[in-house]
């Protein structure tokens, strides 16, 4: 209930939202970050400063708050295990682990029946690999893809040939990989699922992303596909949610490509948590994708997920500081834009340091207005 002490696992933009969730609704939230200033932790009401593993800090977080979850998928699982021993936790160690790997996870949509882009593992023996690609040309050109802690694009690399391939595994160490067809898409669509530990599930109306760089640029919100793909992204989404058995907010990125005459769905990647591709739903939905994690975590009924209208997100990356402080006028002097920024001290190139939210009665409307104020930033 409000003024319980809640839990949380990393210290982004994510849990820096999802706090404001929390605290909107009267809750207190104890961060666990290794990092000191982190978008979470200097908005938390503590913050635990140490590493993920470390059991007394777990101890007392676990022992200190009424539930945990988590802002990222690559805490390590056995920490969620530990605090799961104790206490409530959303999500499951089961779910993160599958999400946090790209070999489990394509294992995990191709077994239950969903369909993947073409692949395959790439591990540390070249006779094997040398083997699989000549039986697998259709594999290139293609992206090699590192297993683990890949994000924005990063960990991820073009390979034209079978030849690149070894070049591009040395450089990712050799560590274990997939190689990915490089497909042609049609367009991008993510869906946020929320689902409650009774089985409670709603979905969020589709995001249709545009990325650059492998970041997410625009999300445009309702996806202008056909009623028959929203239809079967959200029935996919929901499905893997079971079949994950997730107890929280998860996001299923999906590929669009033509198929003949038709469309058809791949599965690109799941999140275990809120997601990039979600927070337009801060603004434009009747219940945010952080409000529905908080409500799952403390065991409160699912929040509607209805739209008040259109809305487009833009995404700001620190590129747009590079000749200083972006001229935020151009954003709040619209009265149906809203900007978030996420308190990093730092903008790097490509580093997610905000976004802003356009909303209006069509995707049309919202679109032109985002893409306006986007032109004036730059
Ligand atoms: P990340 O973890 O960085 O989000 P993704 O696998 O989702 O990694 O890749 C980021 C983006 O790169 C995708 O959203 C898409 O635009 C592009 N991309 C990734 N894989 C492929 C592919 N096999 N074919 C075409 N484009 C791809
Ligand atoms: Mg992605």
């Known amino acids: 209930m409000p003024g319980a002490m809640l839990g949380l696992l990393g210290g982004g933009q994510l849990g820096r939202m999802f706090i404001m969730a929390a605290h909107s609704m009267g809750y207190r939230v104890t961060v666990l970050d290794p990092a000191k200033d982190s978008p979470s932790s200097t908005i938390a009401d503590r913050h635990l400063r140490a590493d993920y593993l470390d059991s007394d800090t777990l101890y007392k977080l676990g022992s200190t708050c009424a539930g945990v979850t988590t802002e990222f998928e690559n805490v390590p699982a056995e920490s969620i295990r530990t605090l799961a021993e104790h206490g409530v936790v959303s999500p499951a160690a089961s779910s993160i682990a599958v999400a946090q790997n790209r070999i489990l996870e394509k294992k995990f949509i191709v077994n239950n029946g969903f369909e993947a882009v073409p692949y395959a593992v790439i591990q540390n023996s070249h006779n094997s690999n040398e083997a699989l690609l000549q039986a697998h040309p259709e594999l290139f050109p293609g992206l090699l893809k590192v297993s683990r802690f890949g994000y924005d694009g990063k960990g991820q690399i073009r390979v034209n040939s079978a030849a690149e391939l070894d070049g591009a595994f040395n450089g990712f160490n ?205």
């Open 174 to 378: 050799r560590e274990p990989c997939v190689l990915e067809q490089l497909l042609p898409l049609e367009s991008e669509v993510s869906v946020i699922v929320a689902r409650g530990f009774d089985g409670e599930v709603a979905t969020f109306p589709v995001s249709e992303n545009q990325h650059r760089n492998g970041i997410l640029d625009v999300s445009i919100v309702p996806a202008r596909i056909s009623p028959e793909i929203i239809h079967r992204a959200k029935e996919i989404a929901v499905d893997i949610a079971e079949k994950l058995d997730h107890r929280g907010v998860l996001c299923v990125e999906f590929f669009v490509v033509a198929d003949g005459s038709h469309r058809k769905l791949l599965v690109n990647e799941i999140a275990p948590r809120p997601h990039n591709s979600g927070h337009y739903t801060i603004d434009a939905c009747i219940t945010s994708q952080f409000e529905q994690q908080l409500r799952i975590l403390c065991g409160i009924p699912l929040g509607s997920t209805a739209m008040h209208g259109a809305a487009v997100m833009v995404n700001l990356l620190g590129d747009l500081w590079q000749r200083g402080e972006p001229k935020w006028e151009e954003v709040l002097r619209h009265p149906s834009v809203k900007l978030h920024l996420y308190g990093k001290l730092a903008a790097r190139p490509g580093r997610k340091m905000g976004h802003y939210t356009v909303l209006a009665d069509t995707t049309e409307a919202a679109l032109q207005l985002a893409l306006e104020i986007k032109q004036a930033l730059a």
